[in-house]
């Protein structure tokens, strides 16, 4: 079956800076690579996704790059705000509304 | 719409007993997943339906974990007898098939097994 790895398991950056959340996947079969943050106690929610037939998928300050041939994916967020403070998990599925497979997630602390 | 509603939020319940967690999905959603969150093992999927029908049910950890959709708006997840490794968030989700393949989760239920 499919395999996520995440890292880091952990993020500080201060406000303003970016971060960068990176994920492998070991099946090639894989099409659909969504991002979901979690904010403590909360449920998970979809920030922003990307297919496979796509490269790289902007939306404000959040983008989304995609390397098929590498089978990775990563998560960049520009000019951190407190507010992005959370935990992030990438994860991988193949299909339309099929299972998906999560990284173990990382948790970004934004400080002041 | 109310998004994905589970019941209950909260579970304190003893070893050996039965829990019954319930999921309403979103309205006219076909997909349905149930998923367990800890710490030690991060968000699992345990069993995934589509038009009602189950699909995957390989991520469910052990014969005593069930799980049943009646109908398109209705869903359990029973565990009996509990322990107390079952203590977790569970999270159930749905989804539009068709293209869209946002999954929306619920505020999940918090099972506590002493």
């Known amino acids: 079956g499919e395999n996520v790895e995440q890292h880091p398991s952990t993020l500080s950056v201060q406000e303003g800076d970016s971060a960068v959340i990176k994920c492998t996947y070991s099946?090639?079969?894989?099409?659909?690579f969504p991002w979901y943050k979690q904010e403590l106690g909360k449920r998970p929610q979809l920030i922003i996704d990307?297919?496979?037939?796509?490269g790289e998928k902007k939306d404000q300050r959040i983008a989304v790059t995609l390397n098929k041939t590498a089978k990775h994916f990563s998560l960049h967020i520009t000019e951190t705000q407190p507010e992005d403070s959370a935990v992030y998990f990438c994860a991988a599925g193949f299909g339309t509304a099929s299972k998906l497979t999560f990284g173990t997630g990382t948790r970004l602390q934004v400080t002041l | 719409d109310a998004g994905v509603i589970q019941s209950p939020r909260h579970e304190v319940t003893e070893m050996g007993q039965e829990v019954t967690l319930r999921c309403k999905p979103i309205s006219g959603h076909n997909s349905l997943f149930w998923y367990r969150q800890t710490m030690m093992r991060g968000l699992e999927l345990l069993i995934y339906f589509n038009n009602n029908v189950p699909i995957d049910d390989s991520g469910m950890p052990e014969d005593r974990f069930s799980a049943k959709m009646p109908n398109a708006s209705f869903s359990t997840l029973k565990i009996q007898p509990s322990e107390p490794r079952d203590s977790a968030v569970y999270f159930c989700a749905s989804s539009l098939r068709s293209g869209k393949d946002e999954q929306f989760f619920g505020p999940g239920t918090r099972l506590t097994v002493l």
């Open positions: 990307i297919r496979s037939n796509v």
């Open positions: 099946d090639s079969a894989s099409n659909y």
